[in-house]
């Protein structure tokens, strides 16, 4: 019985790790993306997972509007947005 679990330990020590190193980090992440899209509102500075820079012109349920540089205004999934640039970015 203890060589069984001795001879398991290793495999559950890589498990724990891999989780605090791998798993955890990204759920975090996914996370904070997830509440940062659920924070969007209008005139947000925004990139999109494609690169488009531009300002929220309207929010819907799963949708946003957003407003390019000239003047275009492009419905994107609220999805599609890949950060909010603060004014320290932008600069």
Do not use: C, W
Not at 13 to 28: A, D, H, T, W
Not at 53 to 66: C, F, L, N, Q, T
Request: a positive charge; zero cysteines.
């Amino acid at each position: 019985m203890t060589a069984t679990i001795v001879n398991l330990l290793p495999i559950i020590l890589f498990f724990v790790i891999f989780y605090f190193l791998l798993l955890r980090p990204q759920q975090k992440r996914q996370r904070a993306i997830q509440q940062m899209q659920a924070n969007l509102k209008k005139g947000d500075k925004i990139i999109t997972i494609g690169g488009l820079h531009g300002i929220i012109d309207s929010v819907d349920e799963d949708k946003v509007v957003i407003r390019a540089g000239d003047g275009t205004r492009l419905t994107y999934d609220r999805s599609a947005v890949r950060e909010v640039v603060t004014e320290k970015e932008n600069k």
